[in-house]
């Protein structure tokens, strides 16, 4: 292993930082739960927060593509891989790598499905409108959480050059946002969401650093 | 041809993978991997082949048949996600549930082994199919014959669906003989569906036909059910439909309730479980040891068709009457009947559930009632509370508290039909039952922590115990307002399950039973019902004497060797094995042990009142009577004794075995078995079940043609309905 010094590896470190803020800057949404109190005896509160949470998220990406077209950061598909077709021992890996979270997950929970388990047992058609909103505005911050592996495994790259691949967005992503949804969050399921955020550096290793395929696989792994 | 087939292998893996998912589905909803007449499948499936066999470009093929793939997948987990809710089989009368289905969803019972291995293959399909399709040589199509053959192939489709369905419900005797399986495993998930749909568009009519053979048939005289005894037209009449009612609920028994109550009673001081069990359901009980208890009833249907059942007395197939014949004149309920002979009464139903669920707004008042009074009425009554907004149910007893003025008025005679809601799944926690789990903690009945299945079954059982016991407090109102208001003297009141606990198959996890293999199978669907009487001495002295010397006289009847003394000593060892009258200290009990299910209650209930009613009309039969029903499931296709469940004398499901004396069966507790052979048993079964498909076709051509709200063919100045009053009062 080499370790070269390039300096354009601070630009990836500092958008990894400022995606990591964007994760939990839905935060803010809460700040609106007063007034959506008011609206169908507060049924809705729950739906409103994922909607404000899904347009801040998504305002986010935006500004942070912005961004890196600017300062000419490549946190999407590299343009040497862009119209490649994967290899089929990747396609086959990916394939394994997601199947298998999803069967361990639902051996866990009697073997529901976990969308269903995820929307809720017991709901009224209120409460699965508000359930449905909170997975769609994770799609979004999906997109976070693959900006930030994809960034932090290509900053790591251009100091540390090995001829082997070393999943450095996966161990990070597994030390920030795996640990901190750990603790904070208190999901159920949330040795899984840890374990997981490793599995997501990984595809996106596997995928051959694409962001399509590695969003794709990573939301239905959140998802099914 | 070699090429043909080769370079259109896309095609051909698609059609594997489209049976793969197909006979998976009909696996998980019916234990089998085949399907009995897959020809409509299979012709829907040679169409869409034909039609990717057409396109030119490996791509758009690739493309089309992964979005069928997608959409069948789809369309079967629906399907599997009805049956796992209700566990039938679609038919077309569902789509008027829908709106219903969706008012609350209680729970996406998702079949993971479907989702799965539907998910792998069409995963694998459009990964690999695409994958494919950007290295595969131009296929080979079927330009010129494309059109010729899928106009062949929907000719054949149009054929099969117009042979399945052209004599519908022309003769429903067939029923009894069927070789079909009552299950996905006849057409497919698919097929199943295009079948219904077709048949209930086209084809769901049955024709009125001669019309003075129906009047004849109605108006039998060979067949009037006369009542046992004396009129009184002072009897007021509660029914009372408690929603999943299992005696389970409140009752303790090892052998028939495996996984039922377990108390460990000597730990708070009881010489036994019932006497706890007595502190909890005080008025249960109560009721229990004054009325007469139906310890062998079933019920086998859903909500709606119980409750129609429960105050029509019959039921026509294929169809829901609340949506299809909402506004169908219907002379024969119960509270149309007591209107007829009795102008004065006042016949109102009352359910704690939502105005326009199950269409109830519109077909009660069609059925007699004078007014149908939901939730939405209620919140405008004062102590009553609308939970359901908060995902909870409405609570039992302040339905009781806000309405019992309208329930049982003191200054005319009632006709109340009650539906409960609070007993209804899922069975979780909720905030408005709370007081129940502290009761409940003081004996040491608590819930069980953990994820484990084993926790989410005792919990289960658990929270539809608290529910129980909020159904006992709003009994006891009912009782406690009838006795204030001086009502309880001249008041017939009847309660009974509408189906058994099937959510979260609560049923199957405390009874013990998982299928047909069982050896007390259809113990899985018996279910309370009891009425409480006034003349509860009548009864008693009726049965004790009158009975007794009706059955001696069949006796002697069917072999007239018999002396009298023996037939009558024979008719009373009958008869007491039959109805076991007991004294409690809440006053007369008694037992009846004879077969019966919901259909039986409506004759059962004019026959206390003193009412003679044409029993032709009517598929069950009295409590006192000496015949015993056979119950057909409307909702579930299916007939039940109990002793069998069976989908046709050709397709028994279950059978009870023989000599049950031998084997410590628990069914001698509740059941009138003395002797029992099961080829008897069936030919017995044959025997009442052709009477009652022969009442059940005249129901059909009475209900799609509104018949009682046609003009009388012999005299056109009047609806059949009113000459059904007429009819009525000469027997009455």
């Known amino acids: 292993m080499t370790i070269v010094k390039d300096k354009n590896c601070i630009k990836y470190f500092v958008l990894a930082g400022v995606i990591l803020l964007c994760l939990y800057s839905n935060s803010l949404a809460d700040l609106f739960i007063p007034i959506f109190d008011d609206i169908y005896y507060g049924n809705l509160v729950k739906m409103f927060v994922a909607v404000t949470s899904a347009i801040i998220w998504g305002v986010e990406v935006g500004l942070i593509v912005f961004a890196c077209k600017k300062l000419t950061i490549d946190v999407f598909t590299s343009k040497d891989k862009k119209g490649k077709e994967m290899q089929t021992w990747q396609v086959i890996v990916l394939f394994v790598l997601t199947i298998l979270p999803m069967i361990i997950i639902s051996a866990c929970i009697n073997w529901k499905v976990k969308i269903v388990y995820a929307l809720g047992e017991r709901v009224t058609m209120i409460g699965l409108l508000c359930n449905v909103c909170e997975v769609l505005a994770y799609a979004v911050r999906m997109v976070l959480m693959v900006m930030f592996i994809s960034s932090i495994q290509k900053g790591f790259e251009m100091i540390f050059k090995t001829k082997y691949i070393i999943p450095y967005g996966a161990i990070l992503a597994f030390l920030t946002f795996g640990l901190i949804d750990f603790f904070v969050l208190g999901m159920d399921l949330r040795v899984f969401y840890l374990v997981v955020s490793l599995l997501y550096g ?23 | 041809m070699k090429k043909f087939f080769k370079s259109n292998s896309l095609i051909w893996i698609y059609f594997g993978l489209a049976i793969l998912i197909e006979l998976t589905a009909v696996f998980v909803t019916s234990d089998k991997f085949y399907i009995r007449s897959p020809l409509i499948f299979l012709l829907l499936q040679f169409m869409i082949l034909l039609i990717l066999l057409a396109i030119p470009s490996n791509k758009a093929r690739h493309i089309t048949s992964s979005l069928l793939l997608v959409t069948f997948m789809v369309v079967d987990l629906v399907f599997i996600v009805i049956f796992e809710m209700t566990e039938t089989i679609f038919d077309y009368g569902m789509f008027n549930l829908r709106n219903d ?115 004849d048939f109605a108006y039998s005289t060979d067949n009037i059910y006369q009542s046992n005894f004396d009129a009184n037209e002072e009897y007021n009449i509660v029914t009372i439909l408690v929603e999943s009612l299992e005696w389970h609920g409140f009752m303790q028994d090892f052998d028939l309730f495996v996984n039922g109550y377990d108390i460990n009673y000597s730990a708070y001081g009881y010489d036994s479980a019932e006497q706890i069990l007595r502190q909890l359901y005080p008025n249960l009980y109560k009721f229990y040891d004054s009325s007469i208890v139906m310890t062998n009833f079933y019920s086998r249907e859903k909500t709606d068709i119980s409750e129609n059942i429960s105050f029509l007395g019959s039921y026509p197939t294929n169809v829901y009457i609340n949506y299809d014949f909402p506004n169908n004149t219907m002379a024969t309920t119960m509270p149309n009947v007591l209107k007829a002979l009795d102008e004065d009464i006042t016949c109102n139903s009352f359910h704690n559930g939502s105005y326009t669920y199950y269409n109830r707004n519109k077909e009660l008042i069609s059925a007699g009632f004078d007014s149908y009074t939901a939730t939405e009425q209620m919140k405008k009554m004062e102590g009553f509370t609308d939970y359901s907004a908060k995902g909870e149910r409405n609570l039992d007893t302040e339905m009781i508290k806000a309405c019992a003025d309208k329930m049982f008025p003191t200054n005319q005679r009632f006709y109340t039909y009650i539906t409960t809601i609070t007993m209804h799944g899922q069975y979780t926690y909720r905030n408005n039952l709370v007081k129940y789990y502290d009761e409940m903690e003081k004996y040491g009945i608590r819930s069980m922590k953990g994820d484990s299945f084993e926790a989410f079954n005792h919990n289960n059982f658990y929270y539809y115990s608290a529910c129980v016991m909020e159904f006992d407090r709003a009994l ?14 001249n008041t017939i009141v009847c309660l009974f399950g509408d189906h058994n606990t099937y959510y979260s198959s609560l049923s199957n996890y405390v009874k013990g039973i998982d299928n047909t293999k069982d050896s007390n199978y259809t113990n899985l669907f018996r279910v309370p019902c009891m009425i409480k009487t006034p003349d509860m001495v009548g009864v008693t002295n009726y049965l004790n004497t009158t009975l007794i010397d009706e059955l001696a006289t069949s006796l002697v009847a069917e ?4 002396d009298s003394t023996t037939a009558i000593n024979m008719a009373r060892e009958q008869i007491s094995n039959r109805y076991i009258i007991n004294t409690t200290s809440a006053g007369t009990q008694i037992l009846v042990k004879k077969f019966m299910c919901t259909a039986d209650i409506v004759p059962t209930l004019f026959d206390l009142s003193g009412i003679n009613v044409y029993g032709n009309l009517y598929f069950g039969h009295s409590a006192f009577e000496l015949t015993t029903s056979v119950l057909y499931s409307r909702a579930y296709d299916i007939f039940i004794t109990d002793n069998m469940y069976f989908v046709s004398l050709n397709n028994i499901k279950y059978i009870r075995k023989d000599n049950p004396l031998l084997n410590n069966d628990p069914a001698l507790k509740y059941a009138d078995i003395l002797t029992y052979d099961s080829e008897e048993h069936i030919t017995q079964v044959e025997i009442e079940a052709k009477k009652l498909l022969d009442k059940l076709s005249v129901c059909n051509r009475i209900f799609y043609n509104d018949y009682w709200g046609r003009k009388n063919i012999n005299d056109n100045t009047k609806t059949n309905a009113q000459i059904f009053v007429e009819k009525l009062r000469e027997i009455n």
């Open chain 2, 476 to 489: 006891g109102l009912v009782m406690q307002e009838l006795e204030d208001r001086g009502l309880e003297d």
């Open chain 2, 101 to 215: 289905g969706m008012a609350i969803l209680e729970s996406v019972p998702i079949n993971f082994t479907f989702f799965a291995v539907s998910m792998l293959a069409i995963s694998l399909y459009i990964v690999f199919g695409g994958r494919y399709v950007r290295h595969a040589e131009k296929p080979v199509t079927i330009k010129f014959w494309a059109i010729p053959s899928i106009i062949v192939v929907i000719s054949g489709l149009c054929l099969t669906l117009y042979l399945n369905n052209r004599n519908f419900e022309s003769d429903v005797t067939d029923k009894l003989y069927r070789t079909s399986e009552a299950s996905y495993a006849e057409y497919g998930i698919i097929g199943n569906f295009l079948n219904e749909f077709v048949k209930g568009t086209f084809f769901a009519h049955v024709e009125l036909g001669d019309e003075q053979q129906l009047e």
């Open chain 1, 202 to 224: 990984i595809i996106y290793i596997v995928s051959g650093k694409r962001f399509l395929p590695t969003w794709i696989l990573c939301y239905l792994i959140y998802l099914l």
């Open chain 2, 559 to 562: 072999d007239n060797t018999l």
